[in-house]
Protein backbone atom coordinates (compact mmCIF):
# COMPACT_ATOMS: atom_id res chain seq x y z
CA UNK A 1 0.00 0.00 0.00
CA UNK A 2 1.25 3.44 -0.98
CA UNK A 3 1.43 5.69 2.16
CA UNK A 4 1.43 9.36 2.45
CA UNK A 5 4.87 10.06 2.70
CA UNK A 6 5.29 7.42 -0.60
CA UNK A 7 2.38 9.78 -2.24
CA UNK A 8 4.24 13.23 -2.08
CA UNK A 9 7.82 11.56 -3.28
CA UNK A 10 5.92 9.98 -6.32
CA UNK A 11 4.18 13.35 -6.82
CA UNK A 12 7.57 15.54 -6.29
CA UNK A 13 9.59 13.21 -8.81
CA UNK A 14 7.11 12.97 -11.24
CA UNK A 15 5.90 16.92 -11.40
CA UNK A 16 9.61 18.95 -10.55
CA UNK A 17 8.07 21.70 -11.33
CA UNK A 18 5.18 21.61 -8.65
CA UNK A 19 8.32 21.24 -5.56
CA UNK A 20 8.56 24.79 -4.97
CA UNK A 21 5.21 25.60 -4.69
CA UNK A 22 4.68 22.68 -2.39
CA UNK A 23 7.52 23.89 -0.37
CA UNK A 24 5.95 27.36 0.58
CA UNK A 25 2.39 25.19 0.95
CA UNK A 26 4.49 23.43 3.90
CA UNK A 27 5.89 26.44 5.19
CA UNK A 28 2.53 28.04 5.24
CA UNK A 29 0.56 25.44 6.96
CA UNK A 30 3.88 24.92 9.39
CA UNK A 31 3.37 21.01 9.40
CA UNK A 32 -0.30 20.55 10.52
CA UNK A 33 -1.59 20.16 7.47
CA UNK A 34 -2.95 16.93 7.03
CA UNK A 35 -2.44 15.25 3.62
CA UNK A 36 -5.84 16.30 2.27
CA UNK A 37 -4.57 19.78 1.89
CA UNK A 38 -1.46 18.78 -0.10
CA UNK A 39 -3.86 16.77 -2.51
CA UNK A 40 -5.76 20.21 -2.44
CA UNK A 41 -3.04 22.17 -3.67
CA UNK A 42 -1.52 19.86 -6.18
CA UNK A 43 -5.14 20.13 -7.98
CA UNK A 44 -4.76 23.60 -8.34
CA UNK A 45 -0.83 22.89 -10.09
CA UNK A 46 -2.68 20.39 -11.98
CA UNK A 47 -5.68 22.51 -13.28
CA UNK A 48 -2.48 24.57 -14.95
CA UNK A 49 -1.04 21.38 -16.23
CA UNK A 50 -4.15 20.46 -17.65
CA UNK A 51 -4.68 23.84 -18.91
CA UNK A 52 -1.56 24.83 -20.40
CA UNK A 53 0.59 21.77 -20.41
CA UNK A 54 1.29 18.71 -22.93
CA UNK A 55 0.03 15.65 -23.29
CA UNK A 56 2.34 13.90 -21.38
CA UNK A 57 1.98 16.14 -18.31
CA UNK A 58 -2.10 15.11 -18.34
CA UNK A 59 -1.09 11.36 -18.93
CA UNK A 60 1.14 11.48 -15.72
CA UNK A 61 -1.35 13.55 -13.49
CA UNK A 62 -4.35 10.89 -14.57
CA UNK A 63 -1.58 8.01 -13.84
CA UNK A 64 -0.62 8.96 -10.97
CA UNK A 65 -4.10 9.75 -9.83
CA UNK A 66 -5.42 6.04 -10.66
CA UNK A 67 -2.18 4.74 -8.81
CA UNK A 68 -3.19 6.37 -5.45
CA UNK A 69 -7.03 5.28 -6.13
CA UNK A 70 -5.77 1.32 -6.34
CA UNK A 71 -2.72 1.20 -4.14
CA UNK A 72 -3.33 4.22 -1.68
CA UNK A 73 -3.57 3.23 1.37
CA UNK A 74 -7.08 4.81 2.80
CA UNK A 75 -5.91 8.08 3.75
CA UNK A 76 -4.10 8.27 0.17
CA UNK A 77 -7.39 6.97 -1.69
CA UNK A 78 -9.68 9.43 0.31
CA UNK A 79 -7.30 12.59 -0.31
CA UNK A 80 -7.19 12.00 -4.43
CA UNK A 81 -10.48 11.41 -4.56
CA UNK A 82 -12.07 14.24 -2.52
CA UNK A 83 -9.41 16.95 -2.39
CA UNK A 84 -7.64 15.80 -6.04
CA UNK A 85 -10.11 15.18 -8.44
CA UNK A 86 -13.13 16.68 -6.75
CA UNK A 87 -11.01 19.90 -6.65
CA UNK A 88 -10.15 19.46 -9.89
CA UNK A 89 -14.09 18.55 -11.50
CA UNK A 90 -15.47 21.68 -9.23
CA UNK A 91 -12.92 24.15 -10.12
CA UNK A 92 -12.45 23.17 -13.51
CA UNK A 93 -15.02 26.16 -14.73
CA UNK A 94 -13.40 28.66 -12.60
CA UNK A 95 -10.55 28.53 -14.46
CA UNK A 96 -12.44 27.87 -18.32
CA UNK A 97 -10.17 24.89 -18.95
CA UNK A 98 -11.04 22.35 -21.09
CA UNK A 99 -11.40 19.48 -18.63
CA UNK A 100 -11.67 16.81 -21.41
CA UNK A 101 -7.96 16.77 -21.64
CA UNK A 102 -8.55 15.00 -18.72
CA UNK A 103 -11.41 13.50 -18.34
CA UNK A 104 -10.82 11.61 -21.79
CA UNK A 105 -8.06 10.38 -20.20
CA UNK A 106 -9.20 9.13 -17.08
CA UNK A 107 -8.61 5.55 -15.88
CA UNK A 108 -11.24 3.30 -15.16
CA UNK A 109 -11.29 3.44 -10.93
CA UNK A 110 -10.85 7.63 -11.52
CA UNK A 111 -13.29 7.89 -14.12
CA UNK A 112 -15.83 5.75 -11.60
CA UNK A 113 -15.24 8.07 -8.63
CA UNK A 114 -16.34 11.29 -10.84
CA UNK A 115 -18.93 9.97 -12.14
CA UNK A 116 -20.27 9.08 -8.52
CA UNK A 117 -19.75 12.75 -7.87
CA UNK A 118 -21.73 13.89 -10.58
CA UNK A 119 -24.69 11.37 -9.72
CA UNK A 120 -24.11 13.52 -6.28
CA UNK A 121 -23.81 16.32 -6.68
CA UNK A 122 -26.31 16.61 -9.79
CA UNK A 123 -23.67 18.13 -11.94
CA UNK A 124 -22.34 17.13 -15.12
CA UNK A 125 -18.50 17.24 -15.39
CA UNK A 126 -17.30 17.73 -19.11
CA UNK A 127 -15.96 14.54 -20.59
CA UNK A 128 -18.09 12.22 -17.78
CA UNK A 129 -20.88 10.38 -19.17
Known amino acids: M ?6 ITSMLTLFPAFKSQYEE ?5 K ?13 HFALDVIAKGT ?19 D ?12 NITNRSG ?12 LKPKSYEFCR ?3 KFWGSKTEGID
Open 2 to 7: VDEKTS
Open 25 to 29: HVKFW
Open 31 to 43: RENPFGMDMAEFS
Open 55 to 73: DEEIEKLVNFAEQMITEGN
Open 75 to 86: DVNYAIKFFFLE
Open 94 to 105: DRKITLTRFTSR
Open 116 to 118: ELD
